[in-house]
């Protein structure tokens, strides 16, 4: 008894830090979408790809807000029923921000709809599993679906200009106001930024492929101590702004931790 309600206790907090990871990558975005908010509602912008309905200023506000606030409620909830109701509603909010012309392009919405995806299917297995059995199925799925994001990522950049280095070269060495690329610009010449950002881009091409490739392959603990530590260096030596789309990952890989046994912990 004392075991399956210890599953029970690890099932819960790794739910409820997953909650805190998308809130979190939610809430990162609000300086930025306060702001596109105000230029979409003073610049008409109309795309007949899309529908009235996903044009409309009102359903990018209603979908943003209520699917944080729902992620909040989600995340302090102690009712299943009520997990349920607050997932279907945080998913239906991402579904329209991931398609909705203000805000389709931003990677923050579809990785925090991957990490809804998951809080939906464990809200909807944790009376049908044992508590042991649904956290390890819970953590390689997490693996799995983090693999995928950052394989499809690693795939994008597999370009003769990402393995040249000329486009971080151009987003990050030439004039971002970033404490890592102000040091690199303050200490070497243009010609040695050039080859820094060749290696780096490089760097970042084969880690991110490898991650993608074998990241779901690892064990519970190994798996949450590297997607920590690497979700974490992208946006730390990028950019900080990378946390809005990062962060429910962070908290995603979080979950090979509680699926490890208390012994593997100790």
Known sequence: MLATEQDKNRLITAYRVVQAGILATLVWKI????????????????????PDLLRSPSILRVSFLGATAATLLNMLATSNAVRKGCCITVMLGLSILCIHQGSYNDMTFVTAWWCATWSCWVSYRIDQDSHRTLLQKSAFLARAMISMIILGGAVGKWTGEYWSGQVLYDIYFVDRDFWLFNYLRD????????????????????????????????????????????????????????????????????????ASQPAERS
């Open 31 to 50: 300086s930025f979408f306060s702001y596109a908010n105000a230029i979409y509602n003073t610049i008409e912008i109309s795309d007949s790809f899309f």
């Open 187 to 258: 200490t070497y010449s243009e010609e040695e930024l050039k080859v820094i950002a060749t290696w780096h881009s490089r760097n970042v091409v084969m880690i991110e492929t490898a991650f993608g490739l074998f990241y779901w392959l690892l064990g519970n603990r190994v798996a949450a101590i590297v997607g920590i530590f690497i979700l974490c260096s992208i946006a730390i030596f990028s950019n900080f702004l990378l946390f809005s789309v990062l962060s429910c990952l962070i908290a995603l890989s979080a979950v090979g931790y509680f």
